[in-house]
């Protein structure tokens, strides 16, 4: 049994006989040779072909006419001497087709002007041995048999064209012809050519800028490359262009011209024709549409963008009704693009299938359809039709279904229909043959772009916080927006750190780059900065101690961040910059400011650098908004102007629904840099607690001062006996824990939130105490831990500026009515 893949490739020969069969008609067209060459590119995979022809002695073989890549990219010449050791003249003495794999192109005497050799060349005679038809590809392994019979059927239906017209010996020229002197620029021209721009032969003075001035100013780079001597090739050039009307639309005129060598004495000059571009071909004739394709696809970066290229370069000049691209998966055509893209354009059968934003397509239920995809060849149903429903009512007046192969196996379909009636000229079976090709190729290669992107989000999302901690007096979001420029990782983070006393860190940052280093590099950096901040540092010494620690990995990366600690009981904020962008502060009136902060260098750049704080402050209402240079920065408009019309953004947003804001922000996101935005609304705590703080005296009375201390504290806070005296036994044990197994300053701080009494007492020692196993009635010690815990609801240690505090919460009873 024939596997799918070799039956997809089985009928790649036949396919291209089909697409020659429709250009036969007209061996004279002028863009006839082209759209020849142009079939090797799509049927054999070539990046380049081209037709080499004998001059008029023999003695040369000149490029007259070529398609792909352009021929320097190889280092193929212009002309060949017919007689050597060149491939081309062995090909042309001996009629015999010449292949040539990477090693054998190495060992050939034009290798040194290849920069890498890495291709594989055919040469083959053409029909008659007029000339050469010579072929390259990049692919590994180079032309396999399918291909070479592809190539061969193209060098058999190739007819070399008549010569270009030029100056007869009476010194006329046809009506349709020019010749143009490169080295004056004095431009001959037939009468013909004069009435389409519109000028009489006395009008005319002779210059070619006078011609080009007339011409639409778009055009003219393109008309430039022609008619200048430095950019121009041996071989027929072809292009169209458009010219000024006194009124109405510009007209479409075609170029097709061949440099003429200098020779006896005569200047190297420019000979060819122009002519009306609408008399020559009708719209979907147009070999320009294929090759817009192609250059549309090659960027076409998701699967949406090959559909959206292939409706743009398909409907429009097919004057189609509608038009479907789907991807196979597992017998259902996944649906990536309609148009029109609403439900009611479409047949009952589509819009029961209807799940999300497009349907998914049955195959099984289409036969029909399903017999085309296995045979892998174009169909086209003109009306009527006795297809089944599901199909039919896609084109009533007309069907065509382009199954798309790519790889070795069928990658999706593509269906255009009809509703009216339609004729299938020759040269719209061309356009759709080519077509497919190209746009299968193109869909398998953004199905791995988008598994590949999908990848590299989860991994950035992974990366970076899941969800966001509940703030006391205040609500955080954040956004994240990976490039869609490539598919590296990207180095932007945020983070929101929650800190005692009711302090939150918000951190924003970028790392150099966008790759797997600087993914990582970020994860370490964000785990850096948050176990710097939880140790209780101020907000200059977490940011000194994560740039020392850069330093110290000796990486070659560099990253910037912005590191704002908010004390949320008084409204009042630290900033400390490291080479990234200052926080924006809208106010509770609206207006904002680009908060003036003291910067440092960014992290990674010099280890002694210093890291100022700036103040902030908040009020109730205020929203404080820091983000990434990927959302503010543009190629056509500073840093500065971004952070300005940030400013006014966030001015006109409504801060009440935060979430809207951050969406709102990011709308205008070129996302050709990843962005990071971290939004914090600053409300004010409904219930500030109550603290009072004691430095410990190293003195042999000093648990007994620390009792009354706050003894007298939480008496004028109003707390009963019973519940005091459970507090003062929690500060007895551990003001004299931390004065016996420490050295350094002890601190006692008192906290009264609703009903909850926070005890807790901060030493220089970072060892946490260890509750033992078991005390026996002759331990001296280890017992200051154990009441601690039978006296409060809970309690631990936390890290504090290179030491620890160690604290224990007490509910208390509500206080009983005055």
């Excluded at 041995?129 to 190739?158: H, K, Y």
């Excluded at 010219?243 to 005569?266: C, K």
């Excluded at 010494?541 to 330093?551: Q, Y």
Aim: hydrophobic share 45%; proline share 8%; net charge negative.
């Amino acid at each position: 049994m024939v596997s799918e893949g070799a039956a997809v490739r089985g009928i790649r020969t036949e396919r291209a006989e089909i697409a020659l069969e429709t250009l036969t008609g007209d061996p004279g067209a002028p863009d006839w040779l082209r759209r020849v060459l142009e079939q090797a590119l799509v049927f054999a995979g070539a990046s380049f072909a081209g037709v080499y022809t004998p001059c008029d002695d023999g003695s040369v073989l000149r490029l007259a006419e070529s398609a792909g890549l352009p021929r320097t990219c190889f280092g193929l010449r212009d002309a060949y001497p017919a007689v050597g050791q060149s491939p081309a003249a062995e090909a042309h003495l001996t009629g015999r087709t010449r292949w040539l794999g990477p090693e054998d192109v190495a060992d050939c005497p034009d290798a040194r002007r290849t920069p890498s050799p890495e291709f594989s060349l055919g040469v083959l005679p053409v029909s008659g041995r007029a000339g050469l038809l010579a072929v390259i590809s990049e692919r590994d392994g180079g032309f396999d048999p399918e291909d070479r019979a592809c190539l061969e059927l193209i060098a058999d239906a190739i007819a070399l064209p008549a010569p270009l017209p030029t100056v007869s010996d009476t010194g006329e020229l046809p009506a349709d012809a020019f010749s143009l002197a490169m080295d004056t620029g004095r431009i001959e021209i037939g009468d013909g050519i004069l009435g389409l721009f519109g000028m009489s032969r006395d009008e005319f003075d002779g210059k070619v800028e006078t011609l080009l001035g007339r011409t639409v100013p778009e055009d003219v780079p393109a008309l430039m490359s022609v008619v200048e001597a430095d950019h121009m090739s041996i071989g027929d050039r072809e292009l169209e262009f458009r010219i000024l009307q006194p009124s109405g639309a510009p007209r479409w005129l075609r170029l097709r011209g061949r440099m003429v060598p200098a020779a006896d004495g005569r200047p190297a000059r420019l000979a060819g024709t122009v002519a009306d571009a609408s008399t020559l071909r009708s719209d979907v004739t147009d070999v320009a549409r294929v090759q817009r394709l192609a250059a549309a696809l090659a960027t076409a970066g998701t699967v949406k963008d090959v559909g959206q290229a292939v409706v743009t370069a398909l409907r429009g000049p097919l004057k189609a009704d509608r038009i479907a691209l789907a991807e196979l998966e597992n017998e259902r055509l996944v649906v990536t693009v309609l148009d029109p893209p609403d439900a009611e354009s479409w047949p009952e059968l589509w819009r029961s299938e209807w799940r999300t934003e497009w349907p998914d397509a049955p195959v099984r239920s289409m036969p029909t359809l399903a017999a085309v995809l296995r045979e892998g060849r174009p169909r086209i149903w003109p009306a009527p039709t006795t297809l089944e429903p599901a199909l039919a009512e896609v084109g009533p007046g007309g069907l065509a279904v382009l199954p798309l192969p790519a790889g070795g196996r069928m990658a999706g379909a593509c269906l255009i229909g009809w509703d009216s009636p339609h004729d299938f000229g020759p040269d719209e079976r061309a356009l759709l043959t080519a077509s497919a090709g190209l746009a299968g190729e193109a869909l398998m290669r953004a199905h791995a772009f988008d598994a590949e992107h999908e990848l590299v989000g989860m991994l950035q999302r992974a990366l970076l916080p899941r969800r966001l901690p509940r703030l006391p007096g205040g609500l955080a979001v954040a956004r994240y927006l990976p490039t869609t420029a490539g598919l590296e990782v990207g180095g932007d983070w945020y983070d929101v750190i929650p800190l005692i006393d009711n302090h939150v860190a918000l951190v924003i940052g970028d790392v150099q780059g966008h790759s797997a280093a600087a993914a990582t590099l970020m994860g370490q950096m964000r785990t850096a900065l948050r176990a710097y901040a939880t140790e209780g540092h101020t907000p200059d010494v977490v940011v000194s101690l994560a740039n020392r620690l850069l330093m110290d990995m000796e990486s070659d990366l560099f990253a910037t961040c912005c590191y704002v600690d908010v004390d949320m009981e008084a409204g009042t904020a630290w900033c400390v910059r490291a080479g990234h962008l200052p926080p924006v502060l809208r106010h509770p009136d609206g207006s904002t400011e680009v908060c003036r902060t003291d910067g440092g260098l960014p992290l990674g750049v010099l280890a002694q650098a210093d890291f100022p704080m700036t103040e902030l402050s908040l009020r109730p209402g205020a929203l404080l908004a820091l983000t990434t240079d990927g959302l503010v920065e543009s190629p056509d408009a500073d840093i500065d102007e971004g952070m300005r019309h940030f400013a006014r953004n966030l001015g006109a947003a409504d801060p009440s629904h935060l979430g809207l804001v951050a969406d709102a922000l990011l709308a205008d996101a070129r996302r050709a840099d990843d962005v990071a935005l971290l939004l914090m609304r600053y409300d004010g705590m409904a219930v500030r607690p109550l603290r009072e703080t004691w430095t410990v005296w190293r003195v042999p009375e000093a648990a007994r001062h620390a009792r009354r201390f706050s003894k007298r504290t939480l008496r004028s806070w109003g707390i009963t006996d019973d519940a005091m005296d459970a507090g003062l036994l929690v500060v007895s044990e551990l003001v004299t824990n931390a004065l016996i197994h420490t050295d350094g300053p002890v601190r006692l701080d008192l906290t009264l939130v609703d009903h909850r009494l926070r005890i807790a007492v901060a030493d220089a020692s970072p060892r946490s105490p260890v509750k033992p196993a078991s005390i026996g009635w002759e331990a001296t010690g280890g017992r200051g831990i154990v009441l601690v815990e039978a006296m409060s609801d809970a309690w631990g240690t936390v890290p504090v500026s290179g030491g620890k505090q160690v604290w224990a919460d007490l509910v208390l009873p509500d206080r009983p009515p005055d």
